[in-house]
């Protein structure tokens, strides 16, 4: 299948999702009923199987199409991994040292990178359902809000085309936030929970620790969770590789679209003369990030972690999609299931109609830019062509959404 033919079915899909997710979000009388009939456990497995595992055996085992997205890189690793082979030594890994490990284990089973995607279909449809168990207790409309993100064409062509990851952050949060729930404790087990992330994900899992820090009452027994996975961990990573084992420490030099930084690089660029350097930015980037969740969420420290958890959350990983000059849209997906089940009001036509807008700009504009062969505007005579004008378009879209939800979390955080 060529790419143009999956951008066309990506179409497809964007305009299926959109009308039923339209018309699921009007439908009160039918999620009333399937409340009334105790009939959410079966819905929910109903829509995993439908829009998840059924189009992976379409794609993947009936059409045999290949992987794309990061899967090629994932299979890389996981095949020296398979062959015994320790990450940041043998291989390159910008993940946290076991996440090559976990992606080996399909492929023990099954040889082939497909293994690898239905990897990342199971553990999203894992997390779906942890958050529908955690948020049960939370929301009264929580089966409506999970059963219409799986509808949403963003998240199903992040990881089934795409085979991301990034969702697995929030599997991390929602496990925290599940252990609050049943232990009102925000100490020694929370701490332990949260320094998972780093050692089975990435380091990004540990930027929202910057605002949870001032949410939490028991702090040092928070961090003593921590300590107890993170010293350890170094200590082990160090005698075995050296100082290798900083590699997911060091600054991509790829620029990733779209952010604030690449919709005003054509302005920077302009002011100095030439094109900005991506490190500094990001730098400059990471600290705006952080102080940025951190000040939307002082002021509701002293507000329940049930509800601050979750918008932590959202500020830091939103943030980062905002400012972050190396965040590439295909992050949304690491807070796409939260932002629906706390910053959409299926009540308001509004809502509903900036996330189906933000839900196929996620999908466009990928394929536009890496269509366009990853333009960077720093020569904006080139937007004078429809199409990088077209595709300069949709990333300042993009980051007007970011803004939107960005201030939604303010606004959840300071006055709900």
């Not at 959202?314 to 905002?322: C, D, E, G, H, R």
């Amino acid at each position: 299948m060529s790419t143009l033919t999956v951008f066309y079915v990506k179409l497809l899909l964007i305009a299926f999702s959109s009308i039923a997710v339209w018309l699921g979000a009007r439908s009160n009388a039918f999620w009333a009923q399937i409340h009334q009939n105790k009939q959410e456990n079966r819905v929910l497995g109903i829509g995993i199987i439908l829009f998840r595992l059924l189009p992976f055996i379409l794609i993947y085992l009936f059409m045999d199409q290949s992987p794309r997205g990061d899967v090629p890189f994932f299979w890389g690793k996981a095949t020296v991994a398979y062959k015994g082979g320790l990450v940041y030594r043998d291989f390159a890994s910008y993940h946290a040292p076991l996440f090559s490990y976990i992606i080996t284990l399909p492929i023990l089973l099954w040889y082939t990178p497909k293994a690898i995607v239905l990897l990342m279909v199971l553990i999203e449809a894992a997390i779906i359902w942890g958050t529908y168990r955690t948020y049960k207790s939370l929301h009264t409309n929580v089966l409506k809000s999970v059963s219409l993100y799986i509808i949403l064409s963003a998240p199903m062509v992040m990881v089934l085309f795409g085979g991301q990851e990034d969702i697995w952050l929030w599997g991390v949060a929602v496990w925290m936030l599940y252990y609050f729930l049943r232990t009102n404790d925000d100490g020694l087990g929370l701490g332990l929970r949260f320094s998972s992330g780093l050692i089975l994900i990435k380091a990004t899992a540990g930027f929202w620790l910057f605002p949870l820090w001032f949410l939490i009452k028991k702090q040092w027994s928070f961090l003593l969770g921590m300590i107890i996975v993170g010293v350890p961990s170094l200590i082990i990573l160090y005698l075995l590789m050296g100082m290798d084992f900083l590699m997911p420490l060091q600054m991509t030099t790829n620029l990733l679209t779209p952010n604030l930084f690449t919709i005003a690089r054509p302005l920077i660029t302009t002011i100095l003369g030439h094109a900005p350097d991506l490190p500094t930015f990001s730098w400059i980037g990471m600290v705006i990030t952080l102080a940025s969740a951190v000040w939307i969420m002082y002021p509701a420290r002293h507000k329940s972690l049930t509800k601050t958890l979750p918008l932590a959350f959202l500020a830091t990983y939103i943030a980062m999609t905002i400012f972050q000059p190396t965040s590439p849209g295909y992050y949304v997906f690491t807070y796409m299931l939260p932002l629906v089940m706390e910053l959409v009001d299926w009540k308001k036509n509004r809502d509903i109609f900036i996330l189906l807008i933000f839900n196929a700009l996620l999908v466009v504009q990928p394929f536009l830019f890496t269509r366009l062969e990853s333009p960077t505007y720093d020569d904006v005579s080139v937007l004078a062509k429809p199409l990088f004008l077209l595709e300069y378009t949709l990333q300042v879209l993009n980051v007007v959404c970011y803004g939107w939800y960005f201030m939604k979390v303010y606004q959840k955080a300071r006055y709900s």
